[in-house]
């Protein structure tokens, strides 16, 4: 257990449906991260969020939303699903807001659109 | 598009033999790490080199970071079956940036 929690670990849906993934951080951690992963595209960063602020984006579609609460955990929500949306989504954490020190990864939430 | 490239995509080994994976980036970078996925499972912090470091080591691993070509590789040493896994080097990407970029990986298999 790496201490970052995510939920559903799967998720099955159907085109054009929403969804939303929900990351604990790891105890005392400011910092989350999501991330995709597919097997074309590898694993792609989509947005970061420190102590409640999004701090950075990356590749993230319009379709897709996300925030941290006040407890720190995080909502990544994806809307208007279509089938490339399919893929891992991994949530991470960090104590600090910076790449300076490792990640803890969860183990993942994978999304099945058909 | 990617900062880091690893290099090879795929490596097949005999256990107890060493493994050598390399990663190249494209920018300046404040550090490079190294992450271990095992199959369909989340990332594991390996370790991570500064980039005033040339190597570190951490039990059978050996990793170096070489600024001027912009590259770094992972040696594993006396290569255990638990070690089948995918391999991605990450990087900060432009000095100052707020998120790791990660490689495409390598996939290191470990036959008994």
């Known amino acids: 257990d790496s201490g970052v929690t995510q939920t559903p670990k799967h998720l099955i849906t159907a085109t054009g449906q929403r969804v939303t993934l929900r990351c604990s951080p790891r105890s005392g951690d400011l910092s989350v991260y999501w991330y995709q992963q597919s097997l074309d595209q590898g694993l792609q960063f989509l947005i970061q969020y420190y102590n409640g602020e999004e701090r950075a984006k990356g590749n993230i579609l319009e379709r897709f939303s996300a925030q941290q609460f006040p407890d720190l955990h995080s909502e990544l929500n994806l809307s208007s699903l279509e089938l490339g949306d399919s893929a891992l989504y991994f949530c991470a954490s960090s104590a600090q807001g910076s790449p300076n020190y490792g990640y803890t990864f969860g183990s993942g939430t994978r999304l099945t659109v058909v | ?76 040493t006396a290569s255990r079956a638990a070690d089948t896994a995918s391999y991605f080097c990450a990087t900060d990407g432009i000095q100052g940036a707020q998120k790791l970029v990660f490689g495409q990986g390598t996939r290191l298999t470990i036959n008994p």
């Open chain 2, 1 to 76: 598009s990617q900062q880091g490239e690893e290099d090879p995509q795929a490596l097949s080994i005999q256990e107890g033999e060493n493994a050598t994976m390399n990663c190249s980036y494209k920018t300046s970078i404040n550090n490079l790490q190294w992450y271990r996925q095992n199959s369909g499972r989340g990332l594991v912090h390996l370790i991570l080199i500064r980039s005033n470091e040339r190597e570190k080591h951490s039990g059978r691993l050996r990793v170096t970071l070489d600024t001027s070509k912009k590259s770094s590789s992972l040696l594993i």
